[in-house]
């Protein structure tokens, strides 16, 4: 079945603090993985894609097939990165993603 | 920028009312998406139209249609509105690389 699983419903961090988002799939194909964002009283948008391989506001994810993971990863948290992460799969030969449920993210001052 | 519009921010509406949700974009994409957004739950979806007229059955469609005439918009319906579908609900279109959403509508069925 093709999914894309956040195990984390929560995660707190002080400023400062590294920060790890954890995304796991499950997919046949050769998938493409993103991570969308969604600050409070904003849209959903885009923050990073794996394959662009950049660095965005701090965060980087690498795709690791051998562990089917894309984990999202801030050496040093801010106040600002305090918001909603959705990891997301791109269906192969489609437009249509697969999301997961979502890690809230909370830095604390 | 990318714009995609939905009509209402905010709605209220009882229990078996026909409900219209219009969702409108300027890029000229031809994917357009209607999710559901429930905490713990993330989005899912639960309609696709890839052109005009075409439309596709997401993960959860039942209960809803969805209707486009236009490429640049792209409703939902919720034909007999039922409690179980208080949620939020966002539109979204798509290039290759990257899906662009809108503000959402947070609806209530009372």
């Known amino acids: 079945a093709q999914r894309v699983t956040q195990p984390e419903k929560l995660l707190s961090v002080f400023k400062g603090a590294p920060v790890e988002l954890k995304c796991n799939y499950s997919?046949?194909?050769?998938?493409?993985l993103f991570w969308y964002v969604q600050y409070s009283r904003q849209r959903l948008q885009l923050l990073l894609r794996?394959?662009s391989r950049e660095s965005i506001k701090g965060f980087t994810a690498d795709l690791n097939k051998g562990e089917t993971s894309f984990h999202l990863k801030k050496p040093f948290a801010q106040e600002e990165d305090s918001a909603m992460y959705y990891c997301?799969?791109?269906?192969?030969?489609?437009?249509?993603?697969?999301f997961g449920t979502g890690t809230r993210l909370k830095v604390l001052a | 920028d990318v714009k995609v519009t939905q009509s209402s921010r905010y709605l209220v509406k009882r229990t078996g009312e026909k409900v219209f949700l219009e969702c409108v974009q300027d890029?000229?994409?031809?994917?357009m998406f209607w999710y559901r957004q429930d905490p713990g739950l993330g989005l899912r979806l639960i309609y696709f139209?890839?052109?005009?007229?075409?439309?596709e059955k997401g993960d959860i469609p039942e209960g809803y249609s969805v209707s486009r005439e236009k490429k640049e918009r792209f409703s939902l319906i919720l034909e007999s509105a039922s409690t179980n579908q208080t949620s939020m609900y966002l539109c979204?279109?798509?290039?290759?690389?990257?899906?662009?959403f809108g503000q959402g509508t947070r609806l209530t069925v009372v």
């Open positions: 979204a279109t798509s290039s290759n690389t990257e899906a662009f």
């Open positions: 139209s890839y052109d005009v007229k075409m439309k």
């Open positions: 997919y046949s194909g050769s998938p493409e």
């Open positions: 997301a799969l791109l269906r192969s030969g489609t437009y249509k993603y697969i």
């Open positions: 890029m000229d994409h031809e994917n």
């Open positions: 794996h394959i």
